[in-house]
Nanobody, 115 residues
Framework: VQLVESGGGVVQAGGSLRLSCVAS????????IGWFHQAPGKEREGVSC????????YYVDSVKGRFTISRDNAKKTVYLQMNSLKPEDTAVYYC?????????WGEGTLVTISS
């Protein structure tokens, strides 16, 4: 299983970024995919996830209305469109799948929001 995130960078508050997570090594269509973030000195926290079946989505309250998760099964890619970014969104963003009892993570992509 391999997950590779990209799309992070430095943007001003109010700006936008789109993160991508390209997956390989498993049957992509069969699994829900999640995005997590970890700010400096804080625990990793779930941000959003998208189901494998009907495309239903979940968002943590702090990003509702600003972030949109989507997936392209043909490209084995999950996206996180982040709008109206705030300094508190600064973190390393990771994508995640859970296969059985095993969590798989990518290396992460750093998002820095300047005020």
């Amino acid at each position: 299983v391999q997950l590779v995130e990209s799309g992070g960078g430095v943007v001003q508050a109010g700006g936008s970024l789109r993160l991508s997570c390209v997956a390989s090594g498993f049957t992509f269509d069969d699994y829900a995919i999640g995005w997590f973030h970890q700010a400096p000195g804080k625990e990793r926290e779930g941000v959003s996830c998208i189901s494998s079946s009907d495309g239903s989505t979940y968002y943590v309250d702090s990003v509702k209305g600003r972030f949109t998760i989507s997936r392209d099964n043909a490209k084995k890619t999950v996206y996180l469109q982040m709008n109206s970014l705030k300094p508190e969104d600064t973190a390393v963003y990771y994508c995640n799948i859970k296969v059985g009892s095993t969590n798989y993570w990518g290396e992460g992509t750093l998002v820095t929001i300047s005020s």
